[in-house]
T-cell receptor, first 115, second 112 residues
Framework: GAGVSQTPSNKVTEKGKYVELRCDPISGHTALYWYRQSLGQGPEFLIYFQGTGAADDSGLPNDRFFAVRPEGSVSTLKIQRTERGDSAVYLC?????????????FGEGSWLTVV | DQQVKQNSPSLSVQEGRISILNCDYTNSMFDYFLWYKKYPAEGPTFLISISSIKDKNEDGRFTVFLNKSAKHLSLHIVPSQPGDSAVYFCAAGGGSNYKLTFGKGTLLTVNP
């Protein structure tokens, strides 16, 4: 597609449930990122994939969060035992290559609300 | 510890005038800076970037200025248009570091 595509655009889930958020990056982009944006804050880095491997997952807040990119294209962010504090916009982004100086393009985000 | 700071949460400007959005950073390892624009319920859209080897980059109505000694950058929009009304995020990255660190954003309102 022309841009980064994320589904679902909105998700309301009950505390304790499992959630999956999907990202389809720009075609040909090898680098994929997940960021999280809470109300009143800027986006915060979660994880970076170069190809199929997670090159850096240091931004994941705890072991309830996990992400995969099995074929080097689509990625899924998985959140187990959701908590109300997980409510945020989860932004996926991609760039042609990883590394500094490469412009990162964002999707529209998946709005997660945990009730 | 906020490494990228946008100290003005909001800015209001008259249509046709200049908008100046400011951003300060503390990490001297940052060498690549970007501005993103965000409308409600949409993701951030890339606007303009600058690397540390430059002090100015221009793209149409948008110009970014970088003052490395002051660790300060600014985005100038001239002339401002009502469609420019959005939240503007400053972001910074360093060297081979792919991570971007964002400020909290500035809400720009351009009044007709």
């Amino acid at each position: 597609g022309a841009g980064v595509s994320q589904t679902p655009s909105n998700k309301v889930t009950e505390k304790g449930k499992y959630v999956e958020l999907r990202c389809d990056p720009i075609s040909g982009h090898t680098a994929l990122y997940w960021y999280r944006q809470s109300l009143g804050q800027g986006p915060e880095f979660l994880i970076y994939f170069q190809g199929t491997g997670a090159a850096d997952d240091s931004g994941l807040p705890n072991d309830r969060f996990f992400a995969v990119r099995p074929e080097g294209s689509v990625s899924t962010l998985k959140i187990q035992r959701t908590e109300r504090g997980d409510s945020a916009v989860y932004l996926c982004a991609s760039s042609l290559m990883g590394g500094g100086g490469n412009t990162i393009y964002f999707g529209e985000g998946s709005w997660l609300t945990v009730v | 510890d906020q490494q990228v700071k946008q100290n003005s949460p909001s800015l209001s400007v008259q249509e046709g005038r200049i908008s100046i959005l400011n951003c300060d950073y503390t990490n001297s390892m940052f060498d690549y800076f970007l501005w993103y624009k965000k409308y409600p319920a949409e993701g951030p859209t890339f606007l303009i970037s600058i690397s540390s080897i430059k002090d100015k980059n221009e793209d149409g109505r948008f110009t970014v200025f970088l003052n490395k000694s002051a660790k300060h950058l600014s985005l100038h929009i001239v002339p401002s248009q009502p469609g420019d009304s959005a939240v503007y995020f400053c972001a910074a990255g360093g060297g081979s570091n792919y991570k971007l660190t964002f400020g909290k954003g500035t809400l720009l309102t351009v009044n007709p």
